[in-house]
């Protein structure tokens, strides 16, 4: 059995927060900089890999984080959690995401059946379905092809998917893989859904209604105004709409569409990018085979992850350092920087990941914690970010530990030379540049031009983004985001934060106001 | 003469430190909440207001602002700054973003001309060019209009006009002013040109090249992008591009250019959208008088901040409080939170717009600064924030302060009624809720429900999203960060933090590299 504890309660944290602190400049200068870059590093899945030789740590910190991840049992909370135990106490549910794309442990018992293979019949309905679609067996009202699909949701539904179609919308172009363009709709303001639909031929789209519980509010109000649109272009809203939600929600058997797929409660909405959440969307967009290898990724992924071995875990040898640069080094936030347009909106996603699942002031037994938890996550791609907020990154009063991925190949193909270089070339110049940089920053007595540097980095290499990268890597990022959870001993599966908002707002909308509620009712003419 | 002090010499900022604390929970909660509703506000232009009643502050704090206002002579410096004072010592130059849409004070003189009727006749030649393209008047070589408008820059050049652009695209096909597409390419990663430039007919396309330097490497290496893809096609570069740069660099004189529209050195990157860089492209896309009217908002906005008094000056106010809650409070970031789905990349053009202006560790004079300086800035479009990073906002360990932004009506007025009211009332229903939730939290016996509240916030509402309430919106947050550079004492008009990146990705291109650099490079196969 795991012990459940927090984390100043631990010898090996006390130990961890008395270990020296590294000189970044001095360690990532000259030789010895280079022989950090070529012994600090964890190979990861498709062909991924994590370096770590720019982020503050020595053979001596690693031992710490080594002992931390032992006494923590990162390793058998992750075990017991993927053999089924009941990891999201708050919840009393079951923590199954990556089961959604492998079976790691044991066979998974719930609600009467194998989990697994209900999440592997869902994929196959899903494709099933998509196939149908992309061969003209399932059409529109006038025997048509639909050629766009409209994701309907929000939070989970919406940041994952939408940031996952996007990583691959021109790998896919460029594969032949690109079967149709996806659209999303997520905000409750009108103009969202109003101005998406103005850019669709409904006629000819397909609707895909997120919602796990079948009552989100959002979801459901966008749902009537794309009924609304389809009606007033004289088409019947259940030939355009499919739902994934859960079984026992009132959409799962509900006419009002042409198919439901399923997910569960044991899938977050954060972690439901690989689920039925991701799978519709991405299916029909890319087709089945490229949601599969997305997947695949994913299960490499989290097949390393169970490695005791902290060396050779990226997602635990991640989560501890970042541990190590909040609670130990004191750093509030952390900036994931993408040196990939593709992954324009990838660090939304992650913001979600992170600080809706650590973003907690109580342990899993609901007692406060008296140490940091989850960090302020941001981010924008590179090289873009470097012409806007890197300034405060380089020269700025606080220090922010950063997070690059890079590909060493782009997905489209097509490139110029400029001054003896490719733009993929100098994109990767650049973010090689950027790591040494904040690392050993530039001594100059016009202290304007005065680089400190000591600003921790680490970054993701690999390949190109392809859909085995791109699963990987999110499978990363949910792993990392796991093992922080343990660390801190919060439950990092529930959102407890996110319910006070929703009955202030419905109180406002019954007009059953007082006090400053009120007047900010008024001010806003509601 | 206006002194140049740092923050912690003030002897008002002293006395600020030493105010009591307010108790946001005890203040908001009941009538007094409401009274503070009523009390605690400011009104802006363009029928916008500032309400600051969900901040953690009273008459005391407000009157300790006031004389650190006073102290620090903010609205002296701004006269200075308006009237031609060289306030970028570092770079030698004045700063002269606001004129670019009205005379505050006295003429300027600069480089031999009156540079109000410099930046005006900039204004004039736009908007003849853009009214001939859409008259038809200038065509493509086939005697065809243009229908596309691609701006081709980073940074300032891409942040602020494409946040502009989606912020009134709704807007403007509503009011029947929308005149043409734009699109954007910025990053170096050779897949942001390829997929903008495969997603437009280039043969109807205008491509306006940004940068004043006229020598911006990831600008030039996508203009050659762009170049390739017009000759591929059969097509002379120079029938589809114009530059905006400044007077002196390179492409003003070019025969490779239709047209040439200048701004000068006194307009920071991150201050251009109101000059010729937001200009071209904007009055392209919805017409000159929208960007005429986006500029009166601007100017009456940036007239109601020369105001020497407090609280009747919105954007001096909120620096004051920023700076209460960064240094006082030690609060390390900020979010932006606009409840309008036009506004979602607003918060990542002020991301830049402050994190670029004010992270930075050395006063005006190149000494070091004993005080925190800009925070980091960071949000996301609510509600869709509601069900991501919310969760931290509102029960993570450290608090952040909140910027709301809403308005009460949406912009193109389709919406559906769905449980008693319409998406826009939920829309405005919760941000009203979350501004209480956040400031008075709520009590529960489950700690894991529980909600500590005293997270402070303000919100600017305004009537609808149209093109004055825009530069209003924008001149707000470019004079809160002014104020703000002046609190600390920084040279909130240079970038010297992004240029030791720019230096060594030039010898990583260049192969000469060593140590750390030499492995990464190697790694990313450059």
Redesign the interface.
Known sequence: MVAWNNLDTLASYEKLTKTSPVNLVEV???????A???KYSTPMAAGL?Y?Y??KAVDDDTLQALTDLAKEAQLADKFKELYNGAVINT?ENRLVLHQLTRGQLGDKVQADGVDKRAFYVAQQEKIAQFANDVHAGKIINASGEKFTTVVQIG???S??GPRAMYLAL??WA?KNNTFKMEAKFI??????????VL?SVDVAHALFVLVSKSGTT??T???E??VK?ALKNAGLNPSDHMVAVTSETSPLAKSDDYLAAFFMDDYIG??YSSTSAVGGAVLSLAFGPEVFAQFLDGAAEEDRLSTNENVLENAAMLDALIGVYERNVLGY??TAVLP????LSRFP?HL??LD????????NRF????D????????G?????G?????????????I?PLQFV?F?N???G???D????????????????????F????ADD???????GGRPSS?I?GEQLNPQALGALLAHFENKVMFQGFLWNV?SF????????????K???AHET????????D????
């Open positions: 990532m200068s000259g030789e010895g900089g280079a950090r870059v070529k890999t370096h030789a720019a708050g929000i939070g989970g919406d940041l919308e021109n172009k997520s905000n409750v303001d009108p103009d969202d859904a109003a101005a103005n509010l959002e459901l109000t966008n009537s105004f609304d909405g954060r509030p936030s040196y990939s347009q593709a939304a913001q979600q600080m809706e699942s650590n973003g907690k002031s109580v609901g007692e406060p914690v140490y940091p938890t989850g960090p302020v996550i941001f924008e791609p590179g090289t873009n470097q012409h806007s907020f890197y300034q405060l990154l380089h020269q700025g009063t606080d922010v890079g060493k782009s997905q489209i097509t490139d110029v400029i001054q003896g270089s490719t733009s993929q070339q100098k994109l990767c110049a650049n973010v090689a540049a950027q790591i040494v940089a690392a050993c920053g530039k016009n202290r304007n031009k005065n680089f400190e970054i290499i439950n529930d959102q407890e934060g996110v319910q006070l908002g929703k009955v202030l707002a109180r406002v909308l007082d006090g400053a509620l009120k007047e900010f009712s001010l806003l003419n509601i």
